[in-house]
Nanobody, 121 residues
Framework: VQLQASGGGVVQAGGSLTLSCAPS?????????MGWFRQAPGQEREFVAG??????DSYYLNSVMGRFSISIAGNTMPLQMNNLRPEDTALYYC????????????????WGQGTLVTVSS
């Protein structure tokens, strides 16, 4: 299955954006473990948030806890981002992971395309 991410844009610090991820062609997600990663310019790709599609259990990067919220809505995986900071600027990727609790790019099963989030100060 291929994943499509959308919703990126330019926002001022303190603002909000909602990213979305869905399988292409209206196909259902495969598997139960999935999440969002991001990569800032010149930096390695890092985990942001993960969720279990079956029970809704979620987990987050410490620096986004309380500001970001991952969920499952039908056949999409939204990432609500509030109180954005300039350091949140990155290319955001959705992904299917090999297991719930994955926090490392090495445990990714399928990558989606990226969507760019730019937060201005």
């Amino acid at each position: 299955v291929q994943l499509q991410a959308s919703g990126g844009g330019v926002v001022q610090a303190g603002g909000s954006l909602t990213l979305s991820c869905a399988p292409s062609g209206g196909r259902p997600f495969t598997g139960f473990s999935m999440g969002w990663f991001r990569q800032a310019p010149g930096q390695e790709r890092e985990f942001v948030a993960g969720i279990h599609r079956g029970n809704g259990d979620s987990y987050y990067l410490n620096s986004v806890m309380g500001r970001f919220s991952i969920s499952i809505a039908g056949n999409t995986m939204p990432l609500q981002m509030n109180n954005l900071r300039p350091e949140d600027t990155a290319l955001y990727y959705c992904a299917l992971t090999r297991f719930h609790g994955c926090r490392d790019p090495t445990c990714i099963r399928t990558w989606g395309q990226g969507t760019l989030v730019t937060v201005s100060s």
